[in-house]
């Protein structure tokens, strides 16, 4: 991993801040966000937010097929309920579907009629999640 050593302001009272390659990401299976479900995540909930300075996605949630519109109707109320500041601006809340390796701004908008997840049954361990995904990899 390639990381940037960057001395604050030449403070010598201050620890340095290290800064990590921007290729690095994390790689994990998402779940779900409805407690004990822990189907997959294909959903995410969120709505664009910006102070004009800069922009990114408010994050509301993640969600299996089956918790998709639980997910979205408390995202849509917890977005009517926010206050924003002079200056802020948030916008609709919009379901996006997740694809590996992409980051939240180049997520696809998911359509209605995105068919079921076949994902019945969580995952129980590392193990399990790496046999599906073999058999997911031999499918294609």
Known sequence: MNTTTVPPHSMSAIPTVR?????????????????????????????????????ELKHYGLACRLHRDDLMARAAASRRALRVSEGEYVGPVVLRRLVAGLRDAELPIAEEDDPLDLNP????????????????????
């Open 19 to 55: 800064v990590v390659d921007e290729t690095f990401r994390f790689e994990y299976p998402p779940l779900c966000s409805v407690p004990d479900c822990g189907r997959l995540a294909l959903y995410k909930a969120g709505a664009t937010w910006s102070d004009g300075s800069q922009r």
């Open 121 to 140: 049954a969580p995952p129980k361990t590392t193990r399990d999640l790496d046999q599906a995904e073999r058999e997911g990899d031999s499918k294609t």
